[in-house]
Nanobody, 130 residues
Framework: RVELAESGGGSVQDGGSLRLSCLVSGFPWSNFDCVAWFRQTPGQEREGVAATYSGNGNTTYMDPVRGRFTISVDNAKDTVLLQMTSLKPEDTAKYYC??????????????????????WGQGTQVTVSS
């Protein structure tokens, strides 16, 4: 059984930093894994934040976070990380990690855009105050 558990959320001031972690258990890591972070605020659709494909290490970032957030995977620790810097109040949301198996980076990117992942965590809250 695959389970994802996020941690590291909290409250920070505008301009602060946080590092989110997602412990993935029961998932057999390979070179065809698509890993991503999403976020959602009440009453809004879940939106993509960042994704990475294990086959070539390519990463994708949505415009609002590009240059401020970094996604990475530590396979040895079964952990997906999201380093967030220069946080803004509009980054306030519940953050979710997700993983799925795909055949190529462009497929991973399409899955990311469609939010079509097999496994999801329960989320961790990030609140940025001005």
């Amino acid at each position: 059984r695959v389970e994802l558990a996020e941690s590291g959320g909290g409250s920070v001031q505008d301009g602060g930093s946080l590092r989110l972690s997602c412990l993935v258990s029961g998932f057999p890591w390979s070179n065809f894994d698509c890993v991503a972070w999403f976020r959602q605020t009440p009453g809004q659709e879940r939106e993509g934040v960042a994704a990475t494909y294990s086959g070539n290490g390519n990463t994708t970032y949505m415009d609002p976070v590009r240059g401020r957030f970094t996604i990475s995977v530590d396979n040895a620790k079964d952990t997906v990380l999201l380093q967030m810097t220069s946080l803004k109040p509009e980054d306030t949301a519940k953050y979710y990690c997700a993983v799925t198996r795909t055949s190529a980076h462009d497929v991973c990117y399409n899955y990311f855009l469609k939010k079509d992942f097999d496994y999801w965590g329960q989320g961790t809250q990030v609140t940025v105050s001005s």
